[in-house]
């Protein structure tokens, strides 16, 4: 086996221990994933018993309201998990043990793919939650197999994005406030969205904002298995925002962990 191969081994090996050891933390104190699991579900009942009435208005797209607000409770779910991956990084910069990482040697990268990997593992487990919720509300799943597919790759990929927006914050800052900024961030962008009502429902700037946020398209690749069949056009621009996000945010972290100093 060459030198090349022995790396990209390594790298792997590395990226997958670090995913592993957060799940392992999940497992041992279950407090830090219960947060994650109890918001989106709570935001799901508050949500569709306040909007539960616009269901019978035209043009709002169902008429069952948990077929709307489920994915997007998913939706924020997943962005907490990717702001709890960022947590538990800074959690480890804070103690120290990041800078133990930071002296090993090799490449630096797999430190960030782990994280990476771990926020979209972390993920599934609010996102699950919220689907079997609201199935047993009345939830239901027009599109079939391939809306739950949708669902869980817009969760997993946004919570990725987030995840990365956080890590950049917390490698200039390098301390747990910089979740308070992220915090702002996540509920500023999930908000100014189509998450509660039709993009046709909203007036002023409002509507302005969320035709032009990219977490709008991202719901309705989330959202149209469950409004009903899968379709391209509602796929690709959500698939789009998912990629543009993840590079742009990727190459922001990579660079501020580049520059990090142990």
């Excluded at 799940?23 to 009942?45: E, G, H």
């Excluded at 509660?196 to 409002?206: C, R």
Aim: glycine residues 10%; aromatic residues 10%.
């Amino acid at each position: 086996m060459n030198l090349a191969a022995l790396e990209i081994k390594h790298s792997r090996q590395v990226a997958a221990a670090i995913c592993m050891r957060g799940m392992r933390r999940i497992k041992s104190r279950p407090v830090l994933i219960v947060p994650t699991i109890v918001m989106p579900v709570v935001l799901v009942i508050s949500f569709t018993g306040a909007f539960s009435s616009l269901t019978r208005i035209e043009g709002y797209g169902t008429s069952n309201i948990y077929n709307w607000m489920a994915p997007y409770g998913a939706l924020q779910g997943a962005v907490f998990a990717g702001l709890g991956s960022v947590g538990s990084s800074a959690d480890d910069l804070e103690r120290g043990f990041f800078d133990r990482l930071l002296l090993t040697p090799g490449s630096r990268f797999p430190l960030l793919v782990g994280t990476v990997g771990y926020s979209a593992c972390r993920a599934l487990i609010p996102t699950t939650a919220v689907f079997l919720f609201s199935l047993t509300l009345g939830m239901t799943v027009p599109g079939g197999l391939l809306g739950v597919i949708s669902l869980y790759i817009a969760t997993s990929f946004l919570s990725v994005v987030f995840c990365l927006i956080g890590l950049v914050i917390l490698y200039k800052l390098k301390t747990q406030r910089s979740l308070m900024i992220m915090q702002v961030i996540a509920f500023g962008a999930l908000f100014i969205s189509v998450g509660q009502v039709p993009q046709s429902f909203m007036e002023g700037w409002l509507k302005v904002a969320a035709r032009y946020n990219p977490i709008t398209n991202v719901l309705e690749l989330s959202r149209q298995g469950f409004l009903g069949d899968v379709a391209w056009s509602t796929t690709w621009p959500g698939l789009l925002a998912l990629t543009i996000m993840t590079l742009v945010s990727g190459a922001l972290a990579w660079r501020g962990l580049k520059r990090l100093a142990p």
